[in-house]
């Protein structure tokens, strides 16, 4: 049973550019959560997605972020216009059930640089 | 006041010391706790839940106290793989998770 998956685990935007970020949860979890981690912080979190359904986005800057886990295929984070100070891991996790008092599994992240 | 507070450390100790971590959170409605570790900034792994009867997984025990919001993780005779930075967890409403900052432990032979 292949865990979380993310992908790409390194990307390299310039200032202004588009990022995407995927996640394939694990098989059977239908609950996606993103969180991302600046240098030398803890990890925040930004949404948590069900399947074609955002539940809670409270997280998430409100201009150039958006989130999505469609029908069919991997959840997708997706920032616009991407400054540097969006430089920083982006982890996604999954769980089969509702609710945070379930354990969440985590993928490997993505690393965004923007130079 | 931050939603998870944790010591930073670094704690360096020798091999087979017992060392303990600390947490508090100002949430008093959180329902679920865990204590998560983190390598090298890969992506954390759960360590243990923490329940209100306190629970014990080998080397590692967990305590958590409602009434103070507090929390803690109790390492007995440490190995050298058990450098890492330890997470402490709280959930938010039943939904994310919050995270504290993290402390990092460093085990030396």
């Known amino acids: 049973n292949a865990g979380v998956m993310q992908n790409p685990r390194h990307l390299v935007r310039r200032r202004g550019q588009e990022a995407r970020l995927r996640c394939s949860p694990m098989k059977g979890h239908s609950h996606v959560y993103w969180y991302r981690q600046l240098p030398e912080e803890g990890l925040k979190f930004m949404v948590y997605l069900q399947k074609e359904n955002i539940i809670d986005e409270s997280g998430m800057p409100k201009e150039r972020f958006s989130a999505e886990f469609p029908k069919e295929g991997p959840s997708i984070l997706r920032i616009q216009q991407v400054v540097r100070g969006d430089s920083a891991a982006y982890f996604c996790a999954s769980s089969p059930n509702e609710g945070s008092y379930n354990e969440q599994f985590f993928g490997p992240g993505t690393r965004l640089t923007v130079l | 006041r931050k939603e998870v507070e944790q010591d930073p450390g670094p704690f360096n100790v020798p091999e087979g010391a017992t060392v303990a971590f600390n947490c508090t959170y100002s949430n008093s409605a959180s329902q679920s706790f865990f204590w998560y570790r983190q390598d090298c900034r890969k992506e954390p792994k759960l360590l243990m839940s923490?329940?209100?009867s306190g629970n014990e997984d080998g080397r590692f025990t967990a305590q958590l106290n409602r009434a103070s919001q507090y929390i803690s993780l109790l390492i007995r005779d440490s190995k050298l793989s058990d450098s890492a930075t330890y997470l402490c967890?709280?959930?938010?409403?039943?939904?994310?998770?919050?995270f504290g900052k993290g402390t990092t432990l460093s085990v030396s032979s």
């Open positions: 967890v709280v959930d938010q409403a039943g939904t994310a998770l919050i």
């Open positions: 923490v329940y209100s």
